[in-house]
């Protein structure tokens, strides 16, 4: 199989081989950031809600004090006189306290309740918190939590929860009060969600638009990244390809062309050779065998090259054929060779492919630099997996000091070439002691 197919299969089984399953992907993780943002926008929605609802408490705060509670006042209660008690009592119970209104107190700035709808409290003095009589002498309104512990709130614990609005007026003379009601705070959270009710649909509604706009887009960008990876790996198949085409035309041109002519030319000199030999002088004799030698050299060489362009024994005659073919040139110089590959060895052509480029690649190293005696190559199978492993009783290395030579450059292009493919490379080497490399492959 081809280096193009084996990227087309990987590509296939890849995720983003099609275009829906990352669109489940966008629409899921899409769907959680929108479902974040309008839990976030829902938080957000309800504070303001909620603050809108207590500007509104403020308000009626406001316009029941000064438009109320102001115009009523007098010295005479101011001085606590029970008929200006009772006039102001009865304007407060007519005009203000209604529902969610509970509870009414005047107070003046030394602590002491002018009015209160609960009479018990009329005249009694609490210390006022600090931040209320500076509320008063800026002349805000202010509201906040009721705190029902404190002594004076006693009679409001019936109540529940309240919110407690104040704001400074003036009695007659100028003199500074503060006005303060306590509203029922489930009115204040009625009215947050009447407020929050009426823009939830928008927020839910735009949200949900938000979402399914972005699916369209997202639908059409995954359809034209996979047309331009599709695309991709068709100009790598083609690269490819051509690449695979061009490399079986050289090799078969330099089979059918110059190497047979050098061994044509190979044998006419040793014949040539001979007929001088059996006619005269040696001298001449010895030129012509010594060419004829050197064109045989040549044709090795050439069929080492061939076989290193395009291994064609590889397809035809299979994998022990073609290490074979491999260990050739080693033979021819007299260095003892073995093959140890199972007769019912079957591999996917891949695999097959890989393991021969790594022997490949091993034999080259020992060819230029391990000086053998003897070179072993054997391919076999152990626990789900394909085993190479070339041997030589070479001068070795240290694996760990390899620099950046033609060595150690081919042992790292396959070894990363071999980590694309999940496979592993070891070197076993020292000085005086051969060398051992294994490659393994998951078997396919």
Do not use: C
């Not at 306290?97 to 509970?102: C, E, H, R």
């Amino acid at each position: 199989m081809t280096l193009a197919r084996l990227v087309g299969r990987k590509s296939a089984g890849r995720p983003g081989g099609a275009v829906g399953r990352p669109m489940l992907w966008f629409a899921g993780a899409s769907l959680l950031a929108v479902t974040a943002l309008g839990f976030t926008a829902t938080a957000i929605l309800r504070r303001q809600a909620r603050g809108e609802a207590i500007r509104d408490a403020k308000e009626i705060t406001r316009l029941a004090g000064e438009g109320i509670a102001e115009p009523a006042l007098s010295q005479r209660l101011l001085a606590g006189d029970r008929a200006a008690l009772a006039s102001f009592d009865h304007a407060m119970h007519t005009r203000v306290l209604k529902d969610p209104v509970v509870r009414i107190k005047l107070w003046t700035l030394d602590g002491r309740i002018v009015y209160s709808d609960e009479r018990p409290l009329v005249g009694r003095r609490f210390a006022l918190e600090p931040e209320v009589v500076s509320a008063v002498r800026r002349r805000v309104v202010e509201a906040d939590v009721s705190d029902l512990t404190r002594p004076e709130n006693r009679y409001e614990r019936r109540f529940g929860k309240l919110l407690e609005v104040y704001l400074p007026i003036e009695a007659p003379g100028g003199r500074p009060l503060l006005f303060e009601d306590y509203v029922r705070f489930d009115a204040i959270s009625a009215s947050e969600q009447r407020l929050f009710s009426r823009f939830a649909p928008a927020l839910g509604a735009a949200l949900l638009l938000l979402w399914l706009v972005q699916l369209p887009l997202a639908w059409s960008l995954a359809r034209r990244l996979r047309q331009r990876q599709r695309e991709r790996e068709a100009l790598l198949q083609r690269a490819i390809d051509s690449s695979a085409l061009e490399r079986r035309r050289i090799a078969q041109h330099l089979h059918d062309g110059v190497v047979q002519e050098l061994a044509g030319v190979s044998y006419a000199l040793a014949a040539a050779g001979d007929r001088l030999e059996r006619a005269g002088p040696r001298a001449p004799a010895d030129v012509v065998r010594d060419a004829a030698a050197a064109t045989r050299r040549a044709v090795r060489e050439l069929r080492s090259l061939l076989i290193g362009i395009y291994p064609p024994s590889l397809q035809r005659s299979g994998l022990e054929a073609a290490v074979s073919d491999l260990l050739a040139p080693l033979s021819a110089r007299g260095i003892a060779v073995e093959t140890e590959i199972g007769d019912n060895l079957t591999l996917a052509p891949e695999t097959e492919e890989l393991i021969f480029r790594s022997a490949q690649e091993a034999l080259r190293n020992v060819a230029k630099h391990a000086d053998p005696s003897q070179v072993t190559v054997s391919v076999s199978r152990s626990n789900g997996s394909v085993v190479l492993a070339v041997h030589d009783d070479g001068r070795g290395f240290d694996p760990a000091a390899r620099t950046a030579d033609s060595q150690s450059l081919g042992l790292r292009l396959l070894e990363d070439l071999l980590e694309e493919h999940k496979g592993r490379l070891e070197i076993h080497s020292g000085a005086g002691r051969g060398t051992l490399v294994t490659v393994e492959l998951a078997a396919r």
